[in-house]
C-alpha cells in the first residue's frame, strides 16, 4: 500500500475544499485531490449567496468574496412577462470560480491538507479503508467531484435521469447597464428553463442558460440562442470563455454514502432545483462530510446521513415541492406577483431558492390568491 490518510477528499471544489477545512480542524490526517492545478475555470453561475458566506465564517475563511462588490437585488422576470425587484434580504456576490475555488483550495492547503493533481480511476472499498488507484488509501473517503462523480459510480449510482438534470451554458460579457443586481430572466418556451446575468463588479458579468433536460438533446447553438432571446442586451459576440455543464438536481439523490465513503455537493445531485443554485449546499455537505468522516470513520456514512437529514432535510423537502409546483408557468407567474406585492413573500422565495428556507403557508396563500380563479387574480 502506498500513502494512507485518515480521509481522502477527490474533488476539490467548494465541496471538496470544505470537506478538508472540516477534517483537518478535528485533527485528521488529509489528502485532497483534483484532476486539475488551481486556480482553473469552472462551468458556474459564480453566484456566492448570504449562507454560502455563512459557512465559510464558521469554518474560518473569511477572505473568499473580498474584493468583490456585493449585490444588493434581485430582479426577476416571470414567463408571462411580470417583473419583481426588490433588495435581497442579505446582499449576494459574484466571483469567478477560477478565484473563489483557489482562495478555498488555499485555506484547505493553510490548515494543513495535503494537495495532489491527482486523477481517481478506480475506487475499491476494504473493510478498514477505501483504496484509489491501488496506491492511495484512506479510512475515510469523500466523493467531492461533481456531476460525473467517479466515486458515485463506484458506488453503484448512474447520473440523475433526464428531468432531474438540467443543462446550462455560461459565458462572461460586458455588464448590462442599470442597477446592480442580479437578473434572472425565465422563459415561457421551454419551460423550466431561465438566463441569468450577475455582475461581476469588474465591467464584466456572469452571463447564462440552462434548462430541464427531457429526453432529446440541447445543441450548443441553441443554448446560445435562448441566451440571445433572453438577454437581448447581451452581444453574443461579445460573451467569452462560454461552458457548459449539467446540474443533477437533488429531486432526485442517491444515498450520501455506503460504509467509509460518502458523497458531497453535486456528486451528491445536491443542486436547487429551483434555482440551480449548488455552492451553498455543495459547502455545507462538505462541512458534514468531513466532519463525520474525521471523527467516526467506522460509520461516517450513518453520521453523515444524520446530519445532513438534520440539516437541510426538511428543506430538500420544500424545495423539491415547489419545483413540482414550479413546473407549471402560472405558478411562477403568481409567485412573481405575490412577490412583487410582499416583501415577505420575497424573502421566502430567495431563501428556499438560495438557502435553507422553507415553502411557508402565507406565501403558499399568497401564491394562490394570484392564480387564475384566485381571489384577486387578474381574469380576462
Known amino acids: 500500500m502506498g500513502d494512507e490518510f485518515d480521509v481522502v477528499v477527490v474533488g476539490a471544489g467548494p465541496a471538496g475544499a470544505a470537506a478538508a477545512l472540516t477534517a483537518r ?56 412577462g411580470g417583473t419583481v425587484a426588490r433588495a435581497l434580504p442579505r446582499p449576494a456576490y459574484t466571483v469567478p470560480r477560477e478565484v473563489f475555488d483557489a482562495r478555498l483550495v488555499a485555506a484547505a492547503v493553510a490548515a494543513g491538507a495535503e494537495l495532489r493533481r491527482h486523477t481517481v480511476r478506480r475506487v475499491e472499498a476494504r473493510a478498514d479503508r477505501v483504496v484509489l488507484d491501488g496506491e492511495l488509501s484512506g479510512r475515510v473517503v469523500v ?111 442517491p444515498a450520501p454514502g455506503q460504509g467509509r465513503t460518502l458523497l458531497a455537493g453535486d456528486a451528491l445531485s ?56 414550479a413546473r407549471r408557468r402560472r405558478v411562477v407567474d403568481a409567485a412573481v406577483r405575490a412577490a412583487r406585492r410582499d416583501d415577505r413573500v420575497f424573502d421566502d422565495v430567495v431563501e428556499l431558492g438560495l438557502g435553507d428556507g422553507r415553502l411557508t403557508a402565507r406565501t403558499l396563500a399568497m401564491i394562490g390568491i394570484g392564480l387564475p380563479g384566485g381571489d384577486g387574480a387578474p381574469r380576462r
Open 270 to 325: 445536491l443542486i436547487n432545483p429551483f434555482t440551480g443554485e449548488g455552492i451553498f449546499y455543495a459547502l455545507l455537505s462538505g462541512a458534514l462530510a468531513g466532519a463525520a468522516a474525521a471523527r467516526a470513520p467506522e460509520v461516517a456514512a450513518r453520521r453523515y446521513a444524520d446530519g445532513l437529514r438534520r440539516r437541510l432535510g426538511t428543506h430538500l423537502r420544500h424545495s423539491s415541492v415547489a419545483a413540482w409546483l
Open 25 to 80: 480542524r478535528a485533527g485528521a490526517s488529509v489528502l485532497l485531490l483534483d484532476r486539475s492545478d488551481f486556480p482553473r475555470d469552472k462551468a458556474c453561475g459564480d453566484g456566492i449567496a448570504a449562507h454560502s458566506v455563512d459557512v465559510l465564517t464558521e469554518l474560518g475563511v473569511t477572505e473568499a468574496v473580498a474584493g468583490y462588490a456585493p449585490l444588493p437585488a434581485l430582479r426577476m422576470v416571470a414567463p408571462g
Open 143 to 253: 466523493g467531492a467531484d461533481g456531476a460525473g462523480s467517479v466515486v458515485r459510480r463506484a458506488l453503484g449510482h448512474p447520473q440523475n435521469p433526464d428531468r432531474h438534470l438540467a443543462l446550462a451554458i455560461r459565458g462572461y460579457a460586458p455588464a448590462l447597464p442599470g442597477p446592480s443586481e442580479q437578473l434572472i430572466v425565465t422563459s415561457k418556451a421551454r419551460w423550466p428553463a431561465y438566463a441569468w446575468s450577475f455582475p461581476i463588479g469588474d465591467g464584466r458579468a456572469n452571463v447564462g442558460y440552462g434548462e430541464v433536460l427531457r429526453g432529446e438533446p440541447l445543441s450548443r447553438a441553441y443554448l446560445l440562442d435562448r441566451l440571445a432571446a433572453l438577454l437581448p442586451g447581451t452581444d453574443l459576440a461579445t460573451v467569452t470563455a462560454l461552458r457548459a455543464h449539467h446540474l443533477p438536481l437533488s429531486t432526485h439523490r
